[in-house]
């Protein structure tokens, strides 16, 4: 019986990026500062404001990528797009809601 | 692809809005109408056409890793509904 | 006084034959007068845009004068401004006092602009008719019983009524272009990525552009000069050379190849609309224009798949809005999931619900290959017969609206009916080109025509430029509404 199965574990891992800022607004990313201090009109979503991504998370993202190489699973796609159906999340402290994740290689 | 009184219900759910039986009756027939309107481009060609997302083909911009920004939550926070020393105010969630 | 164009008060101002406080104060009065009957704008605040006034003599007596110095501008509802109350039409926002100001209002600012008052407009931009706003329906100067269309309705109103000598305005599906055609002034939609959208509420961000509204070329010309330009915060913002918009202005238009398409005069639109838009043409060869048949075969999806792409990125952008952080919070709720729910449900109006179920909808799991992503196909087939078409002319004309301005509540039970109206202006948001409408004549009753122009990408000083030498030749856009002195 035991022969028939294939234990197969998966570990999904959260990193966060050492930025000195975050991944689309000019503020600060230091510890221990006092809550919402360091949020910005961007980070609270007021009306108007608009994200524009950090290139050097960018960057990070691409060196880990290259830096696990061995894996199959990796495809770094230099032309991305948003290409999967929106996910949305309520929660206070995401005060965009809508969080998209590119799922699949942009055709 | 007709709607059903079932997907509006969902879809209000999913975008966060109450909607009663009453309602979601009344703008289940609106939505069909707009359905219908939008069939015509679903029946459309396109293989082999590659999506366009934004008017110009330009590469998105970046911005340096630099902190730009300063502390303004007391500017930001005077338009808020409800805050109290610094934080926003909302019912207790419980996981 | 009132009746100037934006260059004459500019000349004026800059002889000092009056201070920018006298012109302020004389549009404040016929405000306060005349905003009742047509309902144009939602805030206004005298005492702020006489200080504004009167740091813009300061300006000029300084010799720091700009041609934008003292001048009042009526700014649609949708612009943060700060200190202001900033509402979008909606009463999710109907509480919002903005802390900071949109890039085209520092634009403003900075070149000594007054900012008159905020104009009324359909709920977050969505409709063509102005009827949508929670602060009431904005009038027609030409005709009180008509909408002045949408949804820069309360920006064109106050051009038209003589209440502010320009505005500002957006335009997604036709929002600039068309309230200007039934109002019987001249709007302009630039190329995408030529006016920062940073403070610029968000509908869809795509599509979604800011420009001048005026009652000449040449006025839009000098306010499209401080509007457009480069903003590190948008990250669509183009980053190109400064250009004058007025430098064509004087250009002649002898031998320019007019591209008429087949699909703009085809059976849908009003005989009156079709006869003025006609008559417009044979102005202009008269004056030494050539105009040549094309074809914008996909021109007729532009409808539907602008209904799936606007709605779907809306429900996006307008996701933020849950009585957080700003705005309308619900008095009373169970819990945070309802507070959400009933927050939006209460804040929303009934089109912008609409709008964001189908957003909602169409990119859910399941769907979103058959809606959202054959829209942004078909989007590249429009743009493309564009792009073909300019092979063969340097502009195409046709009408802006399929009709006149029509009565308020004719159409507001059938949303469909209401988004038929965008079938002309839809297709240049799509692919991202200028459109400009500018006034060519009257129908049966006397309600204005619009005529659309749209350009190759970056050809707004082209296009004015065109539209100057038409204005030369006629006497459309110097037009007042019956009853207005």
Redesign the interface.
């Known amino acids: 019986m035991r022969d028939k199965w294939e234990i197969v574990i998966g570990l999904e891992t959260h990193a966060q990026l050492n930025t000195r800022s975050k991944m689309f607004s000019g503020a600060s990313t230091a510890f221990g500062a006092a809550p919402n201090t360091q949020a910005c009109a961007v980070d609270i979503a007021l009306p108007g404001v608009l994200p524009v991504a950090n290139r050097e998370a960018v960057a990070k993202a691409v060196r880990f990528g290259l830096a696990v190489n061995g894996s199959n699973a990796v495809n770094i796609n230099r032309r991305s797009a948003r290409s999967s159906p929106a996910k949305t999340i309520s929660i206070p402290t995401f005060p965009r809601a809508i969080r998209s994740a590119s799922t699949r290689r942009p055709s | 692809?007709a709607?059903t009184l079932e997907?509006?219900k969902r879809?209000?759910d999913?975008?966060?809005?109450?909607?009663d039986e009453a309602e979601a009756r009344a703008?289940l027939s609106?939505?069909n109408?707009?359905f219908?309107?939008?069939?015509?481009?679903?029946a459309?060609d396109?293989r082999g056409?590659?999506?366009?997302?934004?008017?110009?083909d330009?590469v998105?911009?970046?911005?340096?890793?630099?902190?730009?920004?300063s502390?303004?939550?007391a500017?930001?926070?005077?338009?808020?509904?409800?805050v109290e020393s610094?934080?926003?105010l909302?019912?207790?969630?419980i996981e | 006084m009132h009746n100037a164009t934006l260059k004459s008060l500019s000349a004026s101002l800059s002889a000092r034959a009056f201070s920018s406080v006298e012109l302020t104060r004389h549009f404040v009065n016929r405000i306060n007068q005349l905003n009742p009957k047509y309902n144009c704008f939602i805030t206004l605040d005298p005492e702020r845009s006489l200080k504004q006034a009167e740091a813009a003599d300061r300006m000029r007596s300084a010799g720091r004068g700009q041609p934008l110095t003292g001048i009042p501008i009526a700014q649609k509802d949708i612009f943060c401004a700060q200190g202001w109350l900033t509402t979008c039409g909606s009463k999710i926002l109907s509480n919002f006092t903005s802390p900071y100001d949109a890039h085209v209002v520092e634009r403003l600012n900075a070149a000594g602009a007054v900012t008159l008052g905020k104009t009324n407009m359909d709920e977050f931009a969505m409709g063509s008719s102005s009827e949508t706003s929670y602060y009431g329906p904005v009038r027609n100067p030409w005709d009180v019983d008509k909408v002045p269309g949408g949804s820069s309705g309360g920006s064109a109103a106050a051009v038209a009524a003589r209440l502010a000598p320009s505005a500002i305005g957006t335009d997604t599906g036709g929002s600039i272009r068309q309230p200007a055609a039934l109002s019987g002034i001249c709007g302009l939609k630039p190329t995408y990525g030529v006016v920062s959208r940073y403070g610029m509420i968000a509908f869809a961000s795509s599509l979604d552009q800011g420009g001048p509204l005026g009652r000449s070329a040449e006025d839009l010309a000098l306010l499209l000069n401080v509007m457009a330009g480069f903003d590190p915060r948008d990250s669509t913002s183009l980053e190109r050379e400064w250009e004058d918009y007025t430098r064509e202005l004087g250009k002649a238009v002898k031998g320019l190849k007019i591209g008429l398409p087949e699909e703009f005069f085809a059976k849908g639109a009003a005989p009156d609309v079709v006869r003025a838009v006609e008559t417009a043409v044979g102005e202009f060869r008269k004056l030494g224009c050539e105009t040549v048949e094309v074809g914008l075969p996909n021109m007729k999806l532009s409808v539907p798949v602008y209904y799936v792409l606007a709605p779907a990125e809306a429900s996006s952008n307008l996701a933020r809005y849950d009585g957080v952080r700003y705005g309308y919070r619900a008095p009373e709720y169970a819990d945070l999931p309802d507070m959400y729910k009933k927050s939006r449900a209460q804040g929303f109006g009934p089109e912008v619900k609409r709008r964001i179920l189908i957003g909602t909808y169409v990119l859910s799991h399941g769907y979103y290959d058959a809606y959202y992503i054959q829209a942004q196909r078909v989007r590249r087939l429009i743009a493309r017969d564009f792009a073909e078409v300019f092979k063969r002319c340097d502009v195409i004309m046709g009408p802006t609206s399929p009709t006149t301005a029509f009565r308020i509540g004719e159409k507001m039970g059938d949303p469909v009916q209401m988004y038929l109206n965008d079938i002309y202006t839809t297709p240049a948001n799509l692919a991202g080109l200028p459109g400009l409408s500018i006034p060519c004549g009257f129908d049966g009753k006397g309600l204005p025509v619009g005529l659309q122009m749209i350009g190759n990408y970056f050809g707004e000083a082209k296009m004015l430029g065109i539209a100057h030498q038409f204005q030369q030749a006629t006497d459309w856009h110097q037009r007042m509404p019956p009853g207005i002195q």
């Open positions: 692809m709607l997907d509006v879809v209000a999913l975008a966060r809005i109450a909607i703008v609106q939505l109408d707009v219908k309107l939008i069939a015509e481009m679903q459309v396109t056409v590659a999506p366009m997302s934004h008017a110009l330009v998105q911009r970046l911005r340096e890793d630099a902190v730009t920004e502390d303004r939550h500017l930001f926070q005077s338009v808020a509904p409800q610094g934080l926003y909302v019912p207790k969630v």
